[in-house]
């Protein structure tokens, strides 16, 4: 929430002081209402595709909308999207690549020559290729800007949270007990580091036999009420394993699934906070 | 595959040259016939599941066999086997844990006054960590130590490719065509460094349903002929999306899983590897 005009409004924001000092200036033009990424600690529980299906639904909610892939040596928004490298450098800055929608989308993959290449990087170039996209890139105008986080919580989500002005983090989490621990250390990340988390979403819980319809907990049963009433944070929401939305991912098309509607709820949850942070009060 | 007294040995194998200078010396006492560690660059796709019941498959075939869990920002391997942190510094380093069939473990979740504390470092920190669970860990005399290499390209699979001896790498991935991609990446790096690929497992290929038998190819049809054929690398074996297999590892007793048996294969790779690098060729 910093427009280039307002640098020194992040620093009156509670929980935001130790972050302040290092929070970075966009490219000029950029304006972003809310930054809200998308982290789990975990890796494979599908954040990618939530952090997809978030800006899915913020499109179609009226919000121009843009994904900063902050995931640098495992990237996968280009491919959900069905968005081929074509990077534009232009007067002033790197220009996002554009889905059908219309979501605006900056990933490293977009920059390589293959998408396959793989990109062999310590931290410090990871860190500065996470920043670049925050500084270099012409987002323009957007109502909100999906981060999506790689796992674990070193270098890029590290960086992420000290040096974009963060609005809310959105936790994704899968049954597996084993997946609750690594989940609850991203949460503590997030606290640690003053950003407030908007709520937690538990991806794959069960699959549909696609013959009976038998629920089959692949992954054991949800753990999301009891991470989130441990945690004190709100559930949004629970998606299925569900093979269509594979098959959908594979094929660039990701902005065709039904599902997820529930992941709206999050521009009310955005607007709701910058409304009581207007008044002066933020819970 | 380097003994504190053939410190040499190493930089005489072709394809090592690179990495030679800076490979690091083990803890006194310490002696690992083999190093494989198990990488797949994309995150959740059951990469420590397969670091372990790798570890299992060849402790059952009578070798003595230690685990270093290098994905430091998300440690699993402990959880997996029902390992309660108990660091032992004794005189000259750190003493592994041991699970229930005796395989040696260290994961810095052993380290942590609770398990699910984050550890919020950036890369050369997590390096550094990486570098002494090789240098200051008392492995004692291995016959193979399997290391579990967190998702991505990043600092630790850098680091471990870079200054332990491998001896060759064990590739995970999923059917997803998503994970194919960020999997391509992982067998690239690992040839980048001169890493020798021993082959690789797919996981999560369908699920059978519980009340009928059918199978649901949750993340679509396999890819793994496909990704070996054009990479060339060995198929070692499928594991399907188990329930039973989340359980066991949630219950931490990840030895008494029946699957994976193919994973035995790794021993006989590995000493006929051996046994040609000694009789001078090297294919």
Chains 1, 2 share one sequence.
Not at 82 to 95: E, T
Request: glycine share 12%; with cysteine.
């Amino acid at each position: 929430m910093v427009r280039p005009d307002q640098k020194g409004d992040a620093t009156s924001r509670e929980g935001d002081k130790s972050r302040a000092p290092k929070e970075l200036t966009p490219a000029p033009g950029t304006s972003v209402r809310h930054v809200v990424p998308v982290m789990s600690g975990k890796g494979g529980v599908g954040k990618s595709t939530v952090a997809a299906l978030l800006a899915v639904r913020l499109t179609m909610a009226g919000w121009q909308v843009g994904i900063l892939d902050a995931d640098v040596t495992g990237p996968s928004i280009p491919k959900l999207f069905g968005i081929k490298p074509s990077p534009v450098v232009a007067k002033g800055g790197l220009v996002p690549a554009t889905s059908r929608l219309g979501i605006r989308v900056m990933s490293l993959n977009l920059l390589l020559p293959r998408e396959d290449e793989p990109v062999i990087w310590r931290g410090p170039l990871i860190a500065g290729a996470v920043r670049q996209f925050w500084t270099d890139v012409l987002w323009g105008q957007l109502d909100c800007l999906v981060v999506d986080l790689p796992p674990g919580t070193g270098d890029a989500p590290l960086t992420v949270l000290q040096s974009i002005p963060v609005d809310g983090v959105v936790i994704v989490s899968a049954p597996q007990q084993l997946t609750t621990m690594v989940v609850s250390k991203a949460i503590g990340m997030a606290r640690r580091l003053g950003a407030p988390i908007l709520g937690l979403v538990e991806n794959m819980s069960g699959v549909r036999c696609s013959r009976c319809g038998e629920l089959i907990q692949v992954f054991g049963p949800s753990q999301a009420r009891r991470i989130c009433g441990s945690a004190g944070i709100r559930l949004l929401g629970v998606l299925p394993l569900d093979p269509e939305l594979s098959r959908l991912g594979d094929r660039g098309a990701i902005e065709e699934y039904a599902g997820g509607e529930f992941l709206g709820v999050v521009a009310s949850l955005l607007e709701a906070d910058q409304a009581r942070h207007q008044r002066g009060g933020r819970s």
